[in-house]
T-cell receptor, first 115, second 111 residues
C-alpha cells in the first residue's frame, strides 16, 4: 500500500456540486497538506494542518474547506464546485522533526474536472 | 508575488552530460530549500535539500548549490540519465513551516 493514499484518483463533477477528496497516510507524520497544481504551474497551498487540532489556510483557500479527522486522515471539500477548480490536487505529509531533511511525502494526486 | 521562481520551463540535455536546473527566490528569510522530482501520473518525490547555512549539499549524482547573496540555488545532475527525465520543483521553507514551490522545470535527457 502507498504511504499516502488519495481517493478518488479521478473525478468529474458538475458545477455547484459538493465534492470531497480524501487523503490517508501510514507514515505516522503529524503534518498534512493539500496542494493544487494547474497546467504549467507549480504547487499552490490550499490548507495545511500541523496536528489534529491545528488547521491553517494556505494561499488559495477560498472555495475550499478541510477536516482533519485523525492524525492519519485529512480531507478537502469543495462546497460548491466551479470550473476554475479543475486541477490536479495533491495531499502531502511531513514529520516535524525531519521534514527539512526528508521533505514531504506526496500522494499520487486526484485529477478533478468540474464541468 | 511569486516568491520562488524557476525561470526555465524546460531543459534538454544529452545523456552523460551535466544538467543544471536553476531557482531564484525573493524572501531572504527562507532558511531551507528542497528539490523534488515528479514523473507523470505520480506525486512529487523528495530529492535533496539544503540549509541556508550551507552553500553545497551532495547526494550521489545530485548536488545543490546555494548562493544566498544572489538568492539563487541550482541543482546539478551529473551524469544525466534518461531516467532523470521528469519535472523538477524547487521549494523553500521558513522557520520549519510550510513550503512554497516554484512552477517547475521539465528536464528531458536524450539517449
Amino acid at each position: 500500500d502507498a504511504d499516502v493514499t488519495q481517493t478518488p484518483r479521478n473525478r468529474i463533477t458538475k458545477t455547484g456540486k459538493r465534492i470531497m477528496l480524501e487523503c490517508s497516510q501510514t507514515k505516522g507524520h503529524d503534518r498534512m497538506y493539500w496542494y493544487r497544481q494547474d497546467p504549467g504551474l507549480g504547487l499552490r497551498l490550499i490548507y495545511y494542518s500541523f496536528d489534529v487540532k491545528d488547521i491553517n489556510k494556505g494561499e488559495i483557500s477560498d472555495g475550499y474547506s478541510v477536516s482533519r479527522q485523525a492524525q492519519a486522515k485529512f480531507s478537502l471539500s469543495l462546497e460548491s464546485a466551479i470550473p476554475n477548480q479543475t486541477a490536479l490536487y495533491f495531499c502531502a505529509t511531513s514529520d516535524t522533526k525531519s521534514d527539512r531533511d526528508y521533505g514531504y511525502t506526496f500522494g499520487s494526486g486526484t485529477r478533478l474536472t468540474v464541468v | 508575488d511569486q516568491q520562488v521562481k524557476q525561470n526555465s520551463p524546460s531543459l534538454s540535455v544529452q545523456e552523460g552530460r551535466i544538467s543544471i536546473l536553476n531557482c531564484d527566490y525573493t524572501n531572504s528569510m527562507f532558511d531551507y530549500f528542497l528539490w523534488y522530482k515528479k514523473y507523470p501520473a505520480e506525486g512529487p518525490t523528495f530529492l535533496i535539500s539544503i540549509s541556508s547555512i550551507k552553500d553545497k549539499n551532495e547526494d550521489g549524482r545530485f548536488t545543490v548549490f546555494l548562493n544566498k547573496s544572489a538568492k539563487h540555488l541550482s541543482l546539478h545532475i551529473v551524469p544525466s540519465q534518461p531516467g532523470d527525465s521528469a519535472v523538477y520543483f524547487c521549494a523553500a521553507s521558513l522557520n520549519a513551516g510550510k513550503s512554497t514551490f516554484g512552477d517547475g522545470t521539465t528536464l528531458t535527457v536524450k539517449p
